[in-house]
């Protein structure tokens, strides 16, 4: 039989590709199914959001702040809105800070849904991404009474929030919490986590070891997935995230090796339950009061200074830079986006040489990027 | 829980005595400012020392400052055991802005070095692979400079301006 002639192929995936999870480019070197050696691209989302900031003042730029990880835009609008508070040192009325974390982890239970659904959907499981959307539809509709919008809520402000949770609206909340957990969520478990092929295609896969994460600065489910219990809620607590009790979900090699995809897709699923107990715990300890400092609400002008502060979104830690020269508009707005970070992970991930180039699609979505934050 | 930053800056002022030369130590943030040579031995001072231990660098941010003429560099750098954090500022001249790349310290500098020399121009030297990530590959100017001015066309696209 003549010899097989071999050769490596350059393939490239994206930046339209329906697993990349928007639009992220990747050039591969393969020889034949394995993957020799990746490199990303990115910047194909760049909105300029930096250059933005620098002509509009403080209340302006919440929108911009929405957009950028549109799928948890309250905790970037937290994360802006602290910055700003950091910098006056503004204390922000006690009912508004409980309202803020009951939207911001019940945007997380959303956002990890939308991870679960679509992650399942990369491997080939058309259902559980009905299920998780399903389920989805009823915190976007919450949002959607409470605030008007149903993805980019510009809800949380400097200096509170711009309407009061009602008690039509906490009471549906307190449905949701009561129909979501422990029933839907061993509902799946049992439709995608355990299942067979599931587990052969994610356990194992794309093992990131805690050195090369904690280096390539990987923070969020991604980071707990390889075993460290680094929570910016437990570890350097903003606001009154100090007052509620809930564990850190982490990584554990139940399937396979400990920082596989299995184990990051099973944090950001076991999270949901303790985003569920932190909502319960807020509902239960609500106070009356105002919901915003008024006068905060119609501009502010932080003093001169720099300050730089950090929250836990839903893929990590969203960080802000903040330099203002005493003026209505800020001098430099930095954002850190943890899909930034998380996401360049990814060549080191794929040069080891033991990586094909489905798991190459095992790994993306195990990562959860979002590149409206990669590229702000 | 970690040290205090007054103690984080005392142990770095006792390492580099000379090389710091500016500690804020009433800002909001507190943030020390030291000379660029330096920073590369800093960079492993910080992760290495037993005392500090900063493994993560959370992020590197550049500022433009033309009436003063400088950009500075910023580096917040945080510890996942210790769970203290530490800012960092290097100032560089605004006509020739280089410094040494801390990619070797900290992995993720890579992109976010990247990303201050596609925005703001800063050269790391050092650095393997120092190329534009957000904006196109030839793109020409600053952007998040304070003078930038936005070219007319691009490849032949006209700029569209409202």
Known sequence: ?376 | MGLESAQIHQIVKEKFADSVLEEAADAVDPFIVVKPGVIEDLAYFCRDDTRLEFDLLSCISGVDYPERNVIEVIYCLDSTPNKHWLIVKVVLPRDNPRVRTVENVWRTADWHERETYDLLGVTFEGHHNLIRILCAEDWVGYPLRRDYVMPETYRGIRNVVY
Request: glycine share 8%; proline share 4%.
């Open chain 1, 1 to 376: 039989m003549p010899e097989v002639k071999t050769e490596e192929m350059l393939l490239n995936m994206g930046p339209q590709h329906p697993s990349t999870h928007g639009v992220f480019r990747v050039v591969i070197r393969t020889d034949g199914e394995m993957v020799l050696e990746s490199e990303s691209h990115i910047g194909y989302l760049h909105r300029c959001f930096e250059k933005v900031a620098e002509n509009n003042n403080y209340l302006q730029v919440v929108p911009y702040t929405d957009r950028m990880d549109y799928l948890c835009a309250m905790a970037n609008n937290l994360g802006y809105a602290q910055t700003v508070e950091k910098l006056m040192k503004l204390q922000v009325p006690e009912r508004a800070e409980y309202i803020r974390v009951i939207v911001t982890e019940l945007n997380r239970i959303a956002s990890h849904l939308m991870a679960f659904g679509t992650y399942g959907m990369d491997l080939g499981a058309m259902t559980p991404f009905l299920y998780a959307f399903r389920d989805r539809e009823m915190l976007l509709k919450i949002f959607e009474k409470l605030c008007g919008q149903r993805l980019n809520y510009s809800y949380i402000r400097v200096g509170g929030v711009t309407f009061d949770m009602t008690d039509e609206i906490l009471a549906d909340i307190e449905r949701f919490c009561e129909y979501f957990e422990p029933d839907i969520l061993k509902e799946y478990n049992d439709l995608l986590s355990y299942n067979g092929i599931f587990i052969s295609r994610a356990a194992n896969v794309g093992v990131l070891p805690v050195d090369l994460a904690i280096s390539y600065g990987v923070t969020g489910p991604s980071l707990r997935g390889s075993g460290v219990a680094r929570d910016l809620r437990k570890d350097e607590p903003s606001s009154i995230y100090d007052r509620f009790d809930f564990d850190v979900m982490v990584g554990s090699g139940e399937m396979g090796t400990v920082g596989d995809c299995w184990d990051r897709y099973m944090v950001r699923v076991r999270e949901m339950t303790e985003s569920v107990k932190i909502v319960r715990q807020a509902i239960r300890d609500i106070p009356s009061g105002p919901f915003c400092d008024k006068k905060a609400f119609r501009g502010v002008k932080p003093p001169k200074g720099e300050v730089y502060h950090k929250i836990e979104g839903a893929r990590g830690e969203v960080g802000f830079y903040l330099v203002s020269d005493g003026t209505v508009k800020p001098y430099r707005v930095k954002a850190r986006g943890p899909s930034f970070c998380n996401i360049s992970v990814l060549d080191a991930l794929t040069s080891k040489g033991d990586c094909m180039v489905a798991d190459m699609v095992a790994i993306i979505g195990s990562l959860d990027i979002v590149m409206g934050e990669v590229d702000r």
